[in-house]
């Protein structure tokens, strides 16, 4: 059999450990190799997908968080609500950028006397099911201004079980999902129990 000697200069060729691998031997850590490969690659992306989910999850969660905090600690109301702030709120889904603003008046539109907080670009790395386009107002109590809703983030693949979602509930209080399934089916779930979906 022919044999790859990958012994130190200076050795006898085949003696002790140093004995060289033989070519079978490298095919087969080669074989391993591309297994392990194989194996690791689709659980980086997934993991690196829910990454990405959680991140935007936690920038709209930290922002909701701010607005009703500051509601209650200026005891104004508070506008949450798709746009930027050249152009104020905009109707349709909040992927596209959103704006933080307080809202003296509570009409939902960031007027002169308003106070722009917040101010968040395209999500680019997770994408934003258009499950809330219309605004979300907290009043000087930090209570939501009904209904409540609940926000729903996917990764490119659109997997489920990489979905992440925010429930805004009436009381203004703002939580992460998480799989509330007994047993739990690794999906997350609304506050209704339903399984988040993907587009
Ligand atoms: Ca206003
Ligand atoms: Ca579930």
Redesign the pocket.
Known sequence: MRTFNLSRPGRTPGAGADRGFTLIELLLTSALLVVLVAVATPAWRGTLERSRVEAARDTLQRDLTLARAEAVRQGVSTTLCSGDAAAGCAAGPWSGGYIVFTDLDGDGVLDAGDTLMREEGPFTAATLVPTVTTPVQFNAAGFLIPPARTFVFCGAGGNPFHARGLIVSPSGRVRATF???LP??????DSAGT?LSCP
């Open positions: 799989d509330s399934d739990t089916d690794g999906i997350h779930d399984n």
